[in-house]
């Protein structure tokens, strides 16, 4: 895999950047003291080795709706066959492991609550309350232009970041392969037959990033110290 080395220059002077870092630790609990204690835990177990390039926390909205007010994950896969979308297959180098994309989108809020509902379906090609597929979804909604059956499977979660005044989504995706999940960044940009995503006219990529996320099992044996059991 690569890193996300070049901002991706798409249709119409629409950028995404590329905001690459070395490494991410990614720490999830319910109490926000815990993973903040964890944190710095961390950042005090790795000084010297590597500094804070960036922090963002981010926390569920309304059980599984990102902040533009849809329910995101509908498509995904099961957790049944997630691995399969997601994890490297068993006898190549990193099986079972995964590619992460980490993405930081700034929302233009004012501007998208503007819309009436049904244009702002129109433009994610589901409807708002139940998230159901609209029919004959125009080929620039974000689901026409991240079309899993023309791209291939991906494991993906929206986490909301940020305050009243200034907030959007972290797009969490991992794939099992990095080309899914670069392909549809371009698709978004406009750089894949077709036009670029109606929902990028309403939200701003702020960061871009992959990372390699070993699985357990290669973190056990890096540690060196197998467990008893
Ligand atoms: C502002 C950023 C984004 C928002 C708010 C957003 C939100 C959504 C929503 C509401 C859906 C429809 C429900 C669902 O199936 O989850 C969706 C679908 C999807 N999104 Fe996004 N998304 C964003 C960025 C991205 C990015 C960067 C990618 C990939 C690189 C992506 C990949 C997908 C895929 C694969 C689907 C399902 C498409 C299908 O029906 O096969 N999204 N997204």
Known sequence: MEGFNKEIQGAEGFVMPSTQHDALVWLSGGAYDVVFDMARSVIRDLAGLACLGQETSS???RHDRDLTG???GSENPTLL???????LPEGVPGAAGTILLLQKWKHQT????????DQQERIMGRTKLDSIELENKPSDSHVARTDQD???SIFRRNMPYGNVDDHGTVFVGFSAEQKR???MLNSM??????ARDALTRFTQPLTGSYYFVPSVESLRRLRGNPDPA
Request: aromatic share 16%; hydrophobic share 60%; net charge negative.
């Open 81 to 87: 066959d997630a691995p399969l979308a997601a994890l």
């Open 59 to 61: 926390w569920s909205y």
């Open 181 to 183: 999940l670069s392909t």
């Open 70 to 72: 849809f329910i995101d």
């Open 150 to 152: 023309k791209f291939g």
């Open 110 to 117: 004012a501007k998208w609550e503007a819309l009436p509902i």
């Open 189 to 194: 940009a406009g750089l894949v037959a077709g």
